[in-house]
C-alpha cells in the first residue's frame, strides 16, 4: 500500500463554503431570469406609452385640422344658393364630426399612455427588488471567494449576511411582496 496517495481532508469550512456558493450562484441564475423578464415587459409598456403618446399628438393634430376646415365651412361665401350652402353645411357638420371623434379617441389614448406608466412603475419596482438581489448575491460571492482563501469562520457568517438578505429579497421579488427594509429603500433611492 505504498503507492497510496495521500488524500487530503478537506476542512469543514471549505464545504459549507462550497454550499453557499452553490446556493447563491444557482439562486442568483433563477433571480437573473425573472428580472429579465420583468425588463422586457418594460420595455413593451415603455413603448406603448411612447405608441399612445404618438398617437395622442396625431390625433390632436387631426382634430385641430378638422376643426378648422369645419369653421372654413361655416362661413357663408357670396352669393352661394341654398342648396350649395345645405351641402357646405353638411360637409362642416361631417368636419366637425370628425373633429369630436378624435377627441374622443385622444381621450382613450391617453388613458392607455397612462396606464402603460403606471404599469411600467409597478414593474420597475419589482425589478429594483431583482437588482438588489443580484448585487448583495453577487457581493456574498465574492465574499465567499475571500473566505475560501483565509479560511476565516467570522468572514463566513459576514458572507451570509448579503446572501440571506438578497435571499430574502429575491423571493420577495418572486412572491410579490414588499420585502418591508427600509434600509433597502432609502438604498434603491440612492441608486436610482
Known sequence: MADEIPVKKESSIE???GLMVVFSATFMAIANVKDNNIVQKMQQKQVEHNDNWSWFQARNIRASVYEA???ELSVAWPGETAENQKKRQ??????????????????AQKEAAEAATTEYD????EDDKFDMCDALLALSL???????????????FVAVIP??????????GFVGFHPNLPFLDYLIQLLS
Open 122 to 125: 409597478a414593474l420597475n419596482s
Open 142 to 156: 465574492a465574499l465567499m471567494g475571500i473566505t475560501a482563501l483565509t479560511k476565516r469562520w467570522v468572514l463566513f
Open 69 to 71: 376646415t369645419a369653421d
Open 90 to 107: 353638411d360637409i362642416s357638420a361631417k368636419y366637425a364630426a370628425m373633429a369630436k371623434s378624435q377627441e374622443k379617441k385622444m381621450d
Open 15 to 17: 464545504n459549507w463554503v
Open 163 to 172: 446572501m440571506g438578505l438578497g435571499t430574502y429579497i429575491g423571493i420577495a
